[in-house]
């Protein structure tokens, strides 16, 4: 069974940090692009940012560039996301996703992240950064 776990949200002030994990199971981890996305109260679901299978290419949603880091390790199976400086619109429940295929660029449709790209689901972790 392919799971995938979200922990390492929580409240933070603005300009702090928090890192997020996603452990996964259950299929070929190196196999496959993972991505973070995000959904806001009142807003719809938007892709954050992606890491492709083995070679660490990555990609990242323009408000997030400069602050937000993704990275994997294979060998755990997980995919980490480090976020800094961090504002009070990044507040959102953030889930990892597997990819349907090994590269980020498999992911997209019309130049972002595409939701129907990715076929398995984390619960979600609750991000609040307080003004």
């Known amino acids: 069974e392919v799971q995938l776990v979200e922990s390492g949200g929580g409240l933070v002030q603005t300009g702090g940090s928090l890192r997020l994990s996603c452990a996964a199971s259950g299929f070929t981890f190196d196999a496959f692009a993972i991505g973070w996305f995000r959904r806001a109260p009142g807003k719809e679901r938007e892709g954050v940012s992606c890491?492709?299978?083995?070679?660490?290419?990555?990609s990242y949603a323009d408000s997030v560039k400069g602050r937000f880091t993704i990275s994997r390790d294979n060998a755990k199976n997980t995919v980490t996301l480090l976020m800094n400086n961090l504002k009070p619109e990044d507040t959102a429940v953030y889930y990892c996703?597997?990819?349907?295929?090994?590269?980020?660029?498999?992911?997209?449709?019309?130049?972002?992240?595409?939701?129907?790209?990715?076929?398995?689901w984390g619960q979600g972790t609750q991000v609040t950064v307080s003004a």
């Open positions: 996703a597997r990819g349907v295929g090994a590269r980020c660029s498999s992911t997209y449709y019309r130049g972002r992240m595409a939701t129907v790209k990715y076929d398995y």
């Open positions: 890491i492709s299978s083995s070679d660490g290419d990555s």
